[in-house]
């Protein structure tokens, strides 16, 4: 596609409920990100993957957070037991390259998050 | 620990005015900084970068940064805003060797006509 697609674009839970979040990332893309963006903050890391290969997870917040990118295109985050405090948007980004030096990350226009 | 900071939540300017938004990093090794701007309902997008050499970059938009590292700085600016600047900006640095980049809280920046 031309960009970085992500579904839902609003999400509504109930407490304790599983979501799964999907990203559809620039074709042709190494690297994938997952970030979380609570109101009024800057996006935090969550998790990274280049290719299939998740490299680094140090950003998912507990272990009810899991993600997944199994053919090394589309990628899911997933989380269980959803808590009022992981109401957020969540941004998908992609990129070409394999580094920081890659340059530039292309943004998705974010999962919206609430959970009541 | 690799932290950038913001020093301005929010900023409210004229039509004309000149913007300097603030930006510190702290990080060792090789940094590569950049400026992410989002505009109201759309989604982050590049403004410029910071990798090596020149440490005045221009970006789009008339936008441009100073990497300044004796003070850990990497400032954007723009000599005239126009109310269609209006849109919150995000500083963001990583190190080379590795994957993701850390954001600041952002900036809001408020343009009146």
């Known amino acids: 596609g031309a960009g970085v697609s992500q579904s839902p674009r609003y999400k509504v839970a109930k407490r304790g409920q599983d979501v799964a979040l999907r990203c559809d990332p620039i074709s042709g893309h190494v690297s994938l990100f997952w970030y979380q963006q609570a109101l009024g903050q800057g996006p935090e890391f969550l998790t990274y993957f280049q290719n299939e290969a998740q490299l680094d997870k140090s950003g998912l917040p507990s272990d009810r957070f899991f993600a997944e990118r199994p053919e090394g295109s589309v990628s899911t985050l997933k989380i269980q037991r959803t808590q009022q405090e992981d109401s957020a948007v969540y941004l998908c980004?992609?990129?070409?390259?394999?580094?920081?030096?890659?340059?530039?990350?292309?943004f998705g226009e974010g999962s919206r998050l609430t959970v009541l | 620990a690799q932290s950038v900071s913001q020093h301005n939540h929010h900023v409210i300017l004229s039509e004309a005015a000149s913007l300097e938004l603030g930006c510190n990093y702290s990080y060792g090794g090789t940094v590569n900084l950049f400026w992410y701007v989002q505009y109201p309902g759309q989604h982050l997008q590049l403004l410029l970068k910071y990798f090596s050499g020149d440490p005045l970059v221009k970006g789009i938009k008339g936008f441009e940064a100073e990497f300044i590292k004796s003070k850990f700085s990497f400032n954007l600016r723009k000599p005239s805003v126009q109310w269609s600047d209006t849109a919150e900006y995000f500083c963001a640095g990583g190190v080379g060797s590795q994957g993701n980049l850390i954001f600041g809280k952002g900036t809001k920046l408020s343009v009146k006509p």
């Open positions: 980004a992609s990129s070409l390259g394999g580094t920081v030096r890659r340059g530039e990350l292309f």
